[in-house]
Nanobody, 123 residues
Framework: QVQLVESGGDLVQPGGSLRLSCAAS????????MGWYRQVPGKERELVAR???????NYADSVKGRFTISRDNAKNTVYLQMSSLKPEDTAVYYC?????????????????WGQGTQVTVSS
């Protein structure tokens, strides 16, 4: 059973910082791309940032220069360092990972999601 477990969500004041973590656990061959998405009620889930095995990253325009995604491949963990937070960053943040699973007939690449962690930016 593969799981993504997130942590770090909290209430923070505008201009503050927060770091989210997401660790993959279970039985798998490797973790490929990892990323963070966010969702507010009534809106679609949107990409915040992604990082691939080689370290290449991409960000939503709204967070460029303020958020930094990184990963520790040895720990199968992805981080999202968020700075200069704004009220519009308030959302449930979800971790996502493409994970290679060994099967009897070969391997498959499966898409996994964490349970979500609430980030609230408010004074």
């Amino acid at each position: 059973q593969v799981q993504l477990v997130e942590s770090g969500g909290d209430l923070v004041q505008p201009g503050g910082s927060l770091r989210l973590s997401c660790a993959a656990s279970g039985s798998f061959v490797r973790v490929n791309g990892m990323g963070w998405y966010r969702q507010v009620p009534g809106k679609e889930r949107e990409l915040v940032a992604r990082i691939v095995n080689g370290g290449s990253t991409n960000y939503a325009d709204s967070v460029k220069g303020r958020f930094t995604i990184s990963r520790d491949n040895a720990k199968n963990t992805v981080y999202l360092q968020m700075s200069s937070l704004k009220p519009e960053d308030t959302a449930v943040y979800y971790c996502n990972a493409l994970i290679v699973i060994a099967r009897a007939y070969g391997v498959t690449v499966n898409d996994y999601w964490g349970q979500g962690t609430q980030v609230t930016v408010s004074s």
